[in-house]
């Protein structure tokens, strides 16, 4: 679904740093508390030909690195909901051929962020980088109500 016609009504932007040297492993995403209540609808992962830096202001990681990195996500019953997902599958860079308006959608999980984490299966990184995760969500039926209601009769 195009993302420009997709009605957005909250964004969070994650960012996990593997330091300098990182070598293959997990890593675990960090606590997100505007994330712990919400139903996740919405997910992609940006690379360095999208966005330069990430909010610590370390580079954000490439295209190939990302080839070798995976998400997994875990619910509130402690199951993973995604497991060894591709970084690539949920990356749009149009540069790499993909379509930059898209994102992958979910039904509505509620994650449970300090559980969840990035698996890296490159070699050590000469450098930190930064895994940047877009989240779209919302926390439950008042949200959604404010998508069916006309934006002049929002108060």
């Known amino acids: ?21 990182s070598a293959a492993g997990d890593y675990l995403i960090p606590d997100v508390p ?3 209540d ?32 995976y998400l997994s996500l875990e619910d509130y019953d402690s199951k993973l909901f995604l497991n060894q997902h591709p ?16 994102y992958k959608k979910l039904v509505g999980q509620r994650v449970n962020w300090p559980k969840c984490y990035v698996t890296y299966k490159g070699g050590a990184l000469g450098a930190a980088t930064a895994v940047l995760i877009g989240v779209y969500y919302h926390y439950g039926a008042k949200d959604l109500k404010k998508l069916q209601t006309p934006f002049r009769e929002m108060k």
């Open 1 to 21: 679904m195009a993302l420009n016609t997709q009605q957005v009504l909250r964004f969070q932007l994650v960012e996990l740093v593997l330091a300098n040297g």
């Open 34 to 36: 505007n994330l712990r």
């Open 38 to 69: 919400a139903h996740i609808m919405g997910l992609e992962i940006y690379n360095a030909n999208q966005i330069a830096t990430g909010p610590s202001g370390d580079a954000v990681a490439a295209a190939a690195t990302l080839a070798n990195t």
């Open 87 to 102: 970084a690539t599958a949920l990356n749009y860079d149009s540069a790499a051929g993909r379509s930059s308006t898209v």
